[in-house]
């Protein structure tokens, strides 16, 4: 049952219910089940709490003892960024590959599979998917994280992956509002700006983001962007005009509206996490996602008194404090309910049918999922382009990987590649990992005399990396090449691979190729 701490005010609840923290370990912390316990009503999970669907679950089922309608929300986008499976890597090859497939029913399946792991895991809140549209190659956050760079194409993709997460009972959150895709910052580290024009961003940024209305997303996420056209004095999450001007009253939006994590640079470099988030409500925002860095008692606590201090110095509405408690909560409801609300105009939003009390019964998901469409969908993502005197690997080759930084979306500690996959096929396969000025002539002297296969990710974004393949495919042209980011440069090697995505099942489709099956 739910539990609320005799004694803690309406509007000490109210603040703490708007929260959405995070922690460190792999059970719950008697700090968040004690604020669970005074109206906190959201946790946010990330990789660290992960240790097996086992674990997951037993920890899911540990916060809902303290309080059973919990939001157990998570960054799963599948591809490249992955919580479930953050040391394994993705069972789905992510939106870049389902974009460049553009089969909105495989679209639909995948969300749905993906839904339906982790709604046995006792997760009910997934913060995706990215309906940015990738306008600017250069981009170094988005990238494979969008659908694509066609505004119809990421529109209905988005929809698509709504109703098939939705579909498992958990809820979508259609992010980074109003489109993060034409920045070449990321706002993990500073405050992007886009200069669009006003019509250009309502025939392309806002387009997924009516789809993903339209679909009955029950949650959207804001982005730390500042977009002149339609705020020029505050980013996204912190601008009244954005989330309350534009998406509640011009969309009709009216689900909820969660931020972007707190702690990033955009944020708490230039208005500190406890100001931004008074600032974030009172603009419309309804939830604070804090946790990613912050993950302990203190913050929380910060929070939940510089909200309480903004309502009682008059600077935060306690009406909008309210509201946005009472949003949080419905979804909370609508998670915990046997039966869900068909496609609506959002969260609290109790228009259409209800799809009876299996999650896993309902639409496209169907009670024939199949385990392996992650797979599927990878394989069908692949761009293969063969030169004439491409001759095929019939023995272990060597493969050398050019490794860029990891943004802090998708993490350092997340293997990708195709080396592992190319072992399991060709025994014996050799790997190393390269990067910088000399990466090319390292990775020449490593290989030897064997086949190379050179793996990239997004080659056009780095010149070192591009000098590599380069300086590789002069001494060894039989080399071949495999792309896992954006394929914006054009085919190079005896063979290349663009796999539209680096998750675990992009690099197994690359190396069934590679090895000729």
């Not at 990789?47 to 916060?63: C, E, F, H, M, V």
């Not at 804090?290 to 929380?300: K, S």
């Not at 802090?408 to 390269?434: C, K, M, N």
């Not at 954006?486 to 005896?494: I, K, N």
């Amino acid at each position: 049952m739910t539990t609320l701490t005799d004694g803690t005010s309406t509007l000490t609840r109210d603040a703490l219910a708007v929260l959405q923290p995070g922690f460190t370990g792999t059970t719950a912390p008697d700090w968040l089940l004690r604020r669970l316990g005074e109206g906190l009503a959201s946790v946010g999970l990330f990789g660290r709490n992960i240790a097996s669907p086992d674990q997951l679950a037993s920890l899911t089922a540990q916060l809902r003892t303290e309080r059973d309608d919990v939001l157990v929300a998570i960054d799963e986008e599948g591809g490249d960024v992955t919580r479930l499976e953050v040391r394994t890597g993705s069972s789905f090859p992510g939106n870049h590959a389902l974009g460049a497939v553009d089969d909105v029913a495989l679209t639909r399946e995948v969300a749905a599979e993906l839904g339906r792991r982790l709604a046995v895991c006792g997760v009910n809140l997934n913060w995706a998917p990215s309906a940015d549209i990738n306008s600017d190659p250069g981009n170094p956050v988005i990238g494979v994280r969008s659908f694509g760079a066609d505004a119809s194409l990421v529109a209905r993709h988005t929809a698509a992956y709504v109703s098939g997460l939705q579909s498992a009972g958990v809820a979508a959150c259609a992010k980074h509002f109003p489109g993060h895709g034409d920045t070449a910052v990321d706002s993990h580290h500073a405050l992007p700006r886009i200069d669009a024009e006003l019509p250009v961003l309502q025939t392309r940024e806002l387009a997924p983001f009516r789809a993903a209305i339209e679909a009955g997303t029950r949650a959207v996420m804001t982005a730390h962007i500042l977009v002149p056209a339609l705020d020029p004095d505050r980013p996204a999450t912190l601008s009244p005009r954005i989330l309350t001007g534009l998406l509640r009253e011009e969309l009709g939006y009216d689900g909820l509206i969660v931020t972007d994590g707190m702690e990033m640079r955009a944020i708490s470099g230039t208005y500190g996490i406890e100001r931004g988030s008074v600032l974030a409500i009172a603009a419309g925002a309804d939830a604070i996602c804090v946790g990613g860095g912050l993950a302990d008692d203190e913050t929380v606590l910060r929070l939940r008194d510089a909200l309480v201090a903004a309502v009682r110095s008059g600077e935060l509405a306690e009406e909008r404090l309210a509201d946005a408690a009472a949003r949080v909560r419905a979804l909370a409801a609508w998670t915990a309910s046997s039966e869900k609300p068909g496609p609506g105009r959002g969260a609290a939003s109790a228009s259409g049918s209800p799809s009876g009390p299996s999650a896993l019964s309902a639409g496209h998901s169907g009670s024939t999922h199949r385990a392996d469409v992650g797979l599927i969908a990878a394989r069908r993502a692949l761009t293969v382009t063969r030169a004439e005197h491409f001759t095929r690997v019939t023995e272990a080759p060597y493969v050398a990987a050019f490794t860029p930084v990891a943004n802090f979306a998708v993490g350092d500690e997340t293997p990708w590649g195709v080396a592992a996959e190319l072992r399991r096929l060709l025994p014996g396969t050799e790997t190393g990992s390269f990067a910088g000025e000399r990466a090319g002539a390292e990775a020449l002297a490593a290989a030897g005399g064997r086949r190379i296969v050179a793996v990239v990710r997004d080659a056009h974004r780095h010149a070192w990396m591009a000098a590599a393949l380069e300086t590789v495919l002069a001494a060894r042209p039989d080399t071949i090449v495999v792309e896992m980011g954006v394929p914006q440069s054009p085919p190079r090697g005896a063979l290349h691979i663009a796999t539209h995505g680096a998750a675990r099942v992009c690099g197994r489709a690359a190396a069934e190729v590679i090895a000729g099956l």
